[in-house]
């Protein structure tokens, strides 16, 4: 299951095994999640909490077989508690990371928004990531065209780039190179499979 977009280079430990595909590849490429001292699973989107790691690809049908096929129990090798919309907890803190991200570049001055202001830095060549909003207008989204040799991240709401960017709703953004770019193109691409739609079915060509 290849997370296309996402540098090979990354030096962020050993490789994980997906207990639902295995898959073995890089940590960044996969969801962790840990059992809580209820017995409860839950997702460690950052990576940090205490316990040993129980690693599932980031892609819906994968978790959702690790949920249906009781495979975190296995995994645990103890009886565990799975809550029903773990694939959506999964999204939405997944969505919540990729904003904050983008809103650390943008308070960086490494990230615009706006159809002027993001055509501007692809013209001049200062952007390294295309944003849009995956339910902003197709016509006016293929206006832009994704940076050469860049990345197109294509899959949150005009809502939640509104968030990051600190207004109601925005639906062009472009990130610099530098800083925390990798990372969001990381784990945009996470996001990407685990949101369920046809993400990036608007994307530019480049």
């Known amino acids: 299951?290849?997370?296309?977009?996402?540098?090979?280079?990354?030096?962020?430990?050993?490789?994980?095994?997906?207990?639902?595909?295995?898959?073995?590849?890089?940590?960044?490429?996969?969801?962790?999640?840990?059992?809580g001292p209820d017995n409860q699973i839950y997702p460690d989107i950052l990576g940090k909490l205490p316990g040993r790691g129980i690693y599932v690809a980031a892609d819906r049908a994968a978790i959702e077989q690790?949920?249906?096929?009781?495979?975190?129990?296995?995994?645990?090798?103890?009886?565990?508690?799975?809550?029903?919309?773990?694939?959506?907890?999964?999204?939405?803190?997944?969505?919540?990371?990729?904003?904050?991200?983008?809103?650390?570049?943008?308070?960086?001055?490494r990230a615009v928004a706006g159809y002027e202001k993001v055509k501007s830095w692809l013209q001049n060549e200062e952007a390294e990531v295309?944003?849009?909003?995956?339910?902003?207008s197709e016509r006016g989204k293929t206006k832009l065209s994704t940076p050469h040799y860049g990345q197109y991240i294509g899959w949150l709401t005009a809502d939640e780039l509104g968030l990051a960017f600190g207004r109601q709703t925005v639906i062009h953004g472009a990130l610099a190179s530098g800083g925390l770019t990798l990372r969001v193109v990381e784990e945009a691409q996470r996001l990407k499979g685990v949101r369920q739609n046809?993400?990036?079915?608007?994307?530019?060509?480049?």
């Open 198 to 206: 046809e993400a990036g079915s608007g994307q530019p060509k480049g």
């Open 66 to 109: 690790a949920v249906n096929k009781k495979l975190f129990t296995r995994a645990a090798k103890m009886q565990v508690t799975v809550q029903d919309d773990l694939v959506e907890e999964v999204e939405k803190q997944l969505a919540r990371r990729v904003v904050d991200l983008i809103s650390l570049q943008r308070k960086g001055g």
């Open 130 to 136: 295309l944003i849009q909003a995956t339910d902003g």
């Open 1 to 35: 299951m290849s997370r296309g977009g996402a540098s090979k280079d990354r030096a962020d430990g050993p490789d994980r095994k997906c207990i639902a595909t295995g898959e073995v590849q890089p940590k960044y490429g996969l969801i962790r999640f840990v059992v």
